[in-house]
């Protein structure tokens, strides 16, 4: 792996799903923890203007006044906007709502869906896995997330319209393939807020199964009421209650990405 490079550089990894309120920001949380508890260097980029991972990983978004925003218009270098999410033992590069500016900056700026990009290659070489926490949006914030990273993983529940909301945020990632980052791949689906006891939801289950086969995680994470408790005491799921069935999902499922990371080094390598 990476053996003729002295400082190998870090999986940077979007979890995205233009759809509202479908677990991302959980999902990135606590695999976050859940690389770090694997003894990986792991940095949370909150793209999101709500804040909602870095208040999740234990900062104060309104403490935080050297933030992401800074960073993508070129008003402060990545390394000194970064924090240490104590509690989850991986760093943060934290947004509030300033963020949210943002949009209108870039449109102006040239390269303006490469500034993120820009910014991460400064300390790529200090972490395992980047991990990146988009809003819910196809927005140039997204774009930004998109272009600066190797791969997608999109959590989604099982529920009616998934697959319907899903082609749309395929044909993104196809079109930023094409057009600006030839890295970038689909890693996976993650199921989540997954309940066994309904049909509906077995059912999707089975046809995201059948349409993305591979691509689809083996974890499968439960609606699990500990896993929505946990950023109200700013601590990861995985770290507030580790024995509870969701923190059992996560860590799972980290463990389970890191394999499918090292696996396909491995092909490159060879
Ligand atoms: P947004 O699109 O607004 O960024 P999101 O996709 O990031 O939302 P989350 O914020 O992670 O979604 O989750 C939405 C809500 O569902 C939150 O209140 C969260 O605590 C809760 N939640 C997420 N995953 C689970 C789960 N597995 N079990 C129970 N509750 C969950
Ligand atoms: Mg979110």
Redesign the pocket.
């Known amino acids: 792996m990476n053996a003729d490079s002295q400082q190998p550089s870090a999986r940077v990894f979007c979890i995205a799903n233009q759809k509202g309120g479908v677990g ?2 959980t999902t990135a949380i606590n695999l976050a923890a859940a690389l770090a508890l694997s003894n990986k260097r792991v940095l949370l980029v909150d793209l ?1 203007p ?1 804040g ?2 870095t208040m999740g990983s234990g900062i104060d978004k309104n403490q935080a006044t050297v933030n992401l925003y800074q960073v993508l218009i070129g008003e402060s270098d990545i390394a000194s906007a970064r924090l240490r999410s104590e509690p989850g033992n991986y760093d943060v590069l934290p947004a509030n709502r300033e963020l949210s500016g943002a949009e209108i900056d870039l449109v102006q700026m040239p390269d303006r869906e490469q500034q993120l990009k820009r910014a991460l290659a400064a300390i790529r070489t200090e972490y395992d896995y980047i991990l990146i ?1 988009c ?2 949006t196809l927005s140039l914030l997204t774009l930004n997330g998109l272009a600066s990273a190797h791969g997608v993983i999109i959590p989604m529940q099982c529920e009616y319209f998934a697959l319907e909301g899903l082609s749309d945020l395929v044909n993104t990632i196809k079109r930023v393939y094409r057009n600006i980052n030839p890295e970038l791949e689909l890693i996976g689906l993650l199921r989540v807020m997954f309940d066994r006891r309904v049909t509906l939801q077995q059912q999707v289950s089975a046809q995201i199964q059948t349409h993305f086969g591979d691509k689809v995680f083996k974890a499968i994470v439960p609606r699990n009421v500990r896993l929505a408790e946990a950023p109200s005491y700013g601590l990861p799921g995985v770290i507030y209650d580790k024995s509870s069935r969701g923190a059992k999902a996560y860590l799972e499922f980290g463990r389970e990405l890191i394999k499918r990371v090292d696996a396909s080094a491995g092909r490159t390598a060879n």
Do not use: C
């Open positions: 991302k920001t999101d709500q909602n991972a926490d809003p819910p």
